[in-house]
């Protein structure tokens, strides 16, 4: 076997592979937008019009994307879910960039061990973590029973079921995704430069300002991009944390596809989805790829 | 004697990178062969292109009589020490000199017997059960060549064999490096940038800059007899003046006032330049013959002075003299000779 | 820098502490799962004794160990395609295909791998409604890029000198890989398939678009009761889910510290 029938073959793998479970079901996610909801199995019309079998047209229709800009519900979805997303994003990274400042600065031989405390709750289960704060967050809850207890509020706070609550969870549940490339940055980041900066007559905070926080924009750029894309499209958090006044469009999909069971309006909504996603995913590829690039 | 390997005019590219250009060079049979110059001045290259790491664009590689140009590294019998030595961390020592064994078919008693003889050979004998990280750096350089002596190749490729060592320990180490391919009568060819470590070890030294042989000459040579400014600027300090042939065949440099013999024909009104070491100029109290001048700038060096004299005409000569009569003061007049014989003429 | 130490304090008790709270109830007795009236393993002994969990956890794990490692060896192809065979034609589509699944929401893969599976059953009648296998490719759909990634990351660096070296010492391309590759790799398959595993067992957005009505996975009926109201059985199913998730990461990084201790040995 040459060198170049052996390198066709360790490349077909991820090509088919990714033709299979990536570009042909995003192609039938855009086929069936335009398709009309029908109670058939499956349940939306076909594609191709035929005639004993013979193709004698298409039959595709833009209805399901009229639908969506003629009612506010779903322009008022998107722009709740970009909201919430980004809300929570900024949060994370408030959160997130001290935390991975202190990993970055402890002892070395202490830096694995608060990684590893940061990434542990990411490999306990999601639905276990949203969970946890389901009981703690309700009416009859512990914040509010003991909240009740001290005498603090005579009635239970409504927390649960609030797009704050969303914006918790998903804080939550995405943090280590925020800590995890900050940190990768600001390890790395070389300590003579802060002293330099220092010893050019830089106070610590102008310092920060003017050499460490430019040094870690990428990993900023990159923990941000893992937050707020796949929030965008999160499905369970405010399912489980939001309330009814909650829109967010990964929620709409899903009523859609299993409770109306209308296939090519889901389609359609996701398709409109990856549209508002486009620019930061293509953003975090290349990120990506410069990362890859440089070792 | 026909050549071990052969490099004949070859060519290699990366992108609009010319790394190695047409280049062509013989080692012989016991012959130690460095290739010396900066950093991407295409040596490297040109060893991973003799190793089959690298498949040349064009020309071609000979091993013996065998045309290898297209051979994968692992069918060319000759082995490369790298620079990072390239030890397999999850292999002990012997399974690492081992390994090469191996894949030539040698099995059992004597896969055994030919590594301990390679880890005896560079005095390792006791720690082949050892990691490679439990060795020292001088200990872990030792492996990587026990690992290709073991193989008993024609040619051994050595890419910057002391860069990872202290310097003491270099010195010793080159020593060893000879004694052992005096008795194993096997090729050397040493990529290298440090030009004292070329000129102690190779037999013959190609200087290389921008992928191209400036000139391929043994030591002395070199340093003597350099062929052009970039080799003789490679091997130490140098004052290089340029002057015009005149009719009589001296040549008259014009910036120092003086008129010097030198050898080779040349045209009249032709531009030639002339190298002077600095060890090889006399500087004596002023009086008698020669290049009178005031000394502007010294530098005390141990076991010689560097002293610049600027000579009355504005040019600076700068002249390395040993520290043993009465050391000459800072704007102290003197003058300057020197023999014929150390003038050079380099082509421009 | 003080400041960032009290919000990494601060950060580390906001993850932990509703996990706590979790372990503490799943042994309460009263079936009301604020009030503390007492310590029970009622609740799990009723866990063991759901036939549904226990069915929708044996799915869950057979799901997860297939899909784990059918995804390392894609992620692994992968992973090795970037590390070294340097530039080829649509190295940067596959990067992007590579990497989009690492952000892509999970309704989308969901919906559109659901698409896929309809698709292929209306045209060749393959995995008629659907079941284990489809999981599988799914979950490995997006698990196989966080092994590339790992791969990637142990292979690219000075490692490619030992290849060159074994190489140059007679071993043919094979061995070069059997020898000296696969076991550079290890900690990064294993890794990598430990990640694709906890991953695929976590799932429950693209499961529940994928599976069919005789393969419920673990999460999905987790998320069902989690809607119909609380029950402290799922207290209890959350605190052994994590204790194993602790146990098996404990695990791991004995194995990590002991080989870091033979590392520091080095001069």
């Known amino acids: 076997m040459t060198s170049a029938v052996r390198r066709r073959f360790v490349l077909a793998i991820p090509w088919l592979w990714v033709t299979l479970v990536l570009f042909a079901p995003l192609l039938l996610v855009l086929k069936i937008s335009f398709a009309t909801a029908q109670i058939s199995v499956p349940p939306y019309s076909e594609f191709f019009a035929r005639t004993d079998g013979v193709i004698v047209g298409i039959q595709a229709t833009l209805a399901n994307y009229a639908l969506m800009f003629s009612d506010a519900l779903y322009v008022k979805a998107y722009l709740g879910s970009v909201k919430i997303a980004a809300i929570s994003t900024v949060i994370a990274l408030l959160l997130g960039y001290p935390m991975a400042y202190a990993i970055a600065r402890a002892r070395p031989e202490r830096r694995g061990l608060l990684l590893v405390l940061v990434m542990l709750p990411f490999w306990t289960s999601f639905l276990v973590r949203i969970y946890a704060w389901q009981t703690l967050l309700r009416p009859t809850g512990l914040i509010n029973s003991a909240l009740e207890t001290l005498g603090l509020i005579d009635a239970p706070l409504r927390m649960l079921n609030t797009p704050g609550a969303v914006c918790l969870g998903i804080v939550y549940a995405y943090l280590p995704f925020m800590v995890l490339p900050l940190y990768a940055r600001l390890e790395k980041l070389d300590p003579a430069l802060l002293e330099a900066a220092a010893d050019l007559g830089a106070k610590p905070w102008r310092a920060f300002l003017s050499v460490t926080l430019p040094l870690s924009l990428p990993g900023v750029l990159a923990g941000c991009l893992l937050v707020f894309i796949p929030a965008v499209g999160e499905y369970v958090i405010p399912e489980l944390m939001g309330g009814p006044d909650t829109l967010m469009i990964g929620k709409i999909l899903w009523t859609e596809f299993f409770n109306n069971r209308d296939w090519p309006l889901a389609s359609a909504v996701t398709v409109i989805l990856l549209i508002v996603l486009v620019a930061p995913i293509m953003l975090f590829q290349a990120v990506q790829a410069r990362a890859s690039r440089s070792p | 004697m026909a050549p071990v390997l052969r490099i004949d005019a070859v060519t290699k590219r990366f992108g609009a990178v010319v790394a190695v250009d047409d280049v062509s060079i013989d080692i012989g049979a016991n012959e130690c062969v460095a290739l010396l110059g900066a950093s991407g001045c295409g040596k490297t290259t040109l060893l991973r292109i003799m190793a089959g790491l690298e498949q040349p664009d064009s020309g071609r590689v000979f091993i013996?009589?065998?045309?290898?140009?297209?051979?994968?590294?692992?069918?060319?019998?000759?082995?490369?020490?790298?620079?990072?030595?390239?030890?397999?961390?999850?292999?002990?020592?012997?399974?690492?000199?081992?390994?090469?064994?191996?894949?030539?078919?040698?099995?059992?008693?004597?896969?055994?017997?030919?590594?301990?003889?390679?880890?005896?050979?560079?005095?390792?004998?006791?720690?082949?059960?050892?990691?490679?990280?439990?060795?020292?750096?001088?200990?872990?350089?030792?492996?990587?060549?026990?690992?290709?002596?073991?193989?008993?190749?024609?040619?051994?490729?050595?890419?910057?064999?002391?860069?990872?060592?202290?310097?003491?320990?270099?010195?010793?180490?080159?020593?060893?490096?000879?004694?052992?391919?005096?008795?194993?009568?096997?090729?050397?060819?040493?990529?290298?940038?440090?030009?004292?470590?070329?000129?102690?070890?190779?037999?013959?030294?190609?200087?290389?800059?921008?992928?191209?042989?400036?000139?391929?000459?043994?030591?002395?040579?070199?340093?003597?007899?350099?062929?052009?400014?970039?080799?003789?600027?490679?091997?130490?300090?140098?004052?290089?003046?340029?002057?015009?042939?005149?009719?009589?065949?001296?040549?008259?440099?014009?910036?120092?006032?003086?008129?010097?013999?030198?050898?080779?024909?040349?045209?009249?009104?032709?531009?030639?330049?002339?190298?002077?070491?600095?060890?090889?100029?006399?500087?004596?109290?002023?009086?008698?013959?020669?290049?009178?001048?005031?000394?502007?700038?010294?530098?005390?060096?141990?076991?010689?002075?560097?002293?610049?004299?600027?000579?009355?005409?504005?040019?600076?000569?700068?002249?390395?003299?040993?520290?043993?009569?009465?050391?000459?003061?800072?704007?102290?007049?003197?003058?300057?000779?020197?023999?014929?014989?150390?003038l050079m003429v380099l082509a421009p | 820098m003080k400041p960032a130490r009290s919000v990494l304090i601060a950060g580390l008790i906001f993850l932990y502490l509703p996990l706590l709270v979790v372990l503490i109830y799943s042994f309460n007795a009263s079936r009301l799962v604020t009030v503390w009236t007492g310590f029970s393993t009622t609740w799990y002994g009723e866990l063991f004794a759901d036939r549904q969990i226990l069915a929708a956890a044996g799915n869950s794990l057979i799901v997860a160990v297939l899909s784990a490692s059918l995804a390392t060896v894609i992620g692994t192809s992968a992973g090795l395609a970037f590390a070294r065979f340097g530039s080829f034609r649509g190295r940067a589509l596959l990067t992007g295909a590579m990497a989009a699944p690492l952000v892509l929401p999970e309704v989308i893969a969901g919906i559109s791998l659901l698409l896929l599976f309809v698709a292929l059953e209306q045209t060749f009648d393959w995995m008629p409604g659907r079941g284990l296998t489809t999981l599988v490719i799914a979950h490995a759909s997006f698990t196989m890029s966080y092994v590339a990634v790992i791969v990637q990351a142990r292979l690219s660096g000075t490692d490619r000198d030992l290849e060159e070296a074994a190489a140059d010492l007679g071993a043919k391309p094979f061995t070069v890989f059997r020898a000296i590759t696969l076991p550079m790799l290890r900690p990064a398959l294993v890794s990598g398939w430990l990640l694709a595993f906890i991953l695929s067992l976590d799932d429950l957005v693209i499961s529940s678009f994928v599976a069919g009505p005789q393969s419920t996975t673990l999460p999905m009926v987790v998320f069902s009761s989690i809607r119909l109201g609380v029950s402290p059985k799922i207290n209890a199913l959350a605190t052994i889910l994590i204790v194993i998730t602790l146990a098996a990461l404990a695990a791991a990084a004995w194995i990590g510290l002991s080989r870091q201790k033979r590392r520091a040995l080095q001069p």
């Open chain 2, 64 to 342: 013996g009589d065998d045309d290898v140009t297209a051979a994968p590294p692992y069918a060319r019998p000759v082995n490369m020490m790298f620079q990072s030595y390239a030890l397999f961390p999850h292999m002990t020592v012997h399974e690492n000199v081992a390994f090469g064994l191996k894949q030539d078919g040698i099995k059992g008693a004597e896969l055994t017997v030919r590594a301990d003889e390679a880890l005896k050979a560079v005095e390792l004998g006791d720690l082949g059960a050892r990691k490679p990280h439990q060795l020292s750096g001088g200990q872990r350089q030792r492996v990587a060549l026990a690992r290709c002596i073991a193989k008993r190749p024609r040619v051994l490729l050595l890419d910057e064999p002391m860069a990872a060592l202290d310097k003491h320990l270099r010195e010793r180490t080159q020593l060893e490096l000879l004694a052992l391919r005096k008795r194993l009568g096997i090729s050397f060819v040493v990529v290298t940038h440090d030009q004292g470590e070329a000129m102690a070890m190779a037999d013959r030294v190609a200087v290389m800059e921008n992928g191209r042989i400036l000139q391929l000459a043994p030591p002395r040579d070199l340093y003597e007899r350099p062929a052009n400014i970039q080799v003789a600027r490679f091997f130490g300090d140098i004052n290089v003046w340029n002057g015009v042939a005149r009719s009589d065949g001296a040549v008259e440099i014009a910036h120092l006032g003086i008129t010097v013999a030198v050898d080779g024909k040349h045209v009249p009104g032709e531009s030639v330049a002339v190298a002077l070491r600095p060890e090889r100029i006399a500087v004596a109290p002023v009086g008698g013959p020669g290049l009178r001048g005031r000394i502007e700038d010294l530098v005390y060096l141990g076991s010689g002075t560097t002293y610049f004299v600027r000579t009355p005409l504005g040019g600076v000569v700068r002249v390395l003299a040993p520290n043993t009569g009465t050391p000459f003061a800072h704007g102290e007049s003197v003058t300057l000779t020197w023999p014929a014989a150390a």
